[in-house]
């Protein structure tokens, strides 16, 4: 099992930032890509930004040149770095961990909400 605890979410004015955190514990050397998805009101959960362990990245068309995820390994633990954020990055955003060869992603934190003002 791999437990994710994701901090760092609140309120903010847009065009200001924010640093999301999910702290993975548990089985982590099983964990091969990390993601982090977001919730708006009314709408489904879509996926922002994902890592894979090689080291490939995708982003969401909406968040490329703001949003950026990383890993410290060290500290098994994922950010994602928001900057420049608009009212549309209003959501829940939510961590989870896919381990190798899965179609889905496994693992799911608690959720952390972000919310952008005008």
């Known amino acids: 099992q791999v437990q994710l605890v994701e901090s760092g979410g609140g309120l903010v004015q847009a065009g200001g930032s924010l640093r999301l955190s999910c702290a993975a514990s548990g089985r982590t050397f099983s964990v091969s890509t990390m993601g982090w998805f977001r919730q708006a009101p009314g709408k489904e959960r879509i996926a922002v930004a994902e890592?894979?362990?090689?080291?490939?990245?995708y982003y969401l068309a909406a968040v490329k040149g703001r949003f950026t995820i990383s890993r410290d390994a060290a500290k098994n633990t994922v950010y994602l770095q928001m900057n420049n954020l608009k009212p549309d990055d209003t959501g829940v955003y939510y961590c989870a961990a896919k381990i190798p060869g899965a179609t889905k992603y496994d693992y799911w934190g608690q959720g952390t909400q972000v919310t952008v003002s005008s």
């Open positions: 890592l894979w362990t090689s080291g490939n990245t």
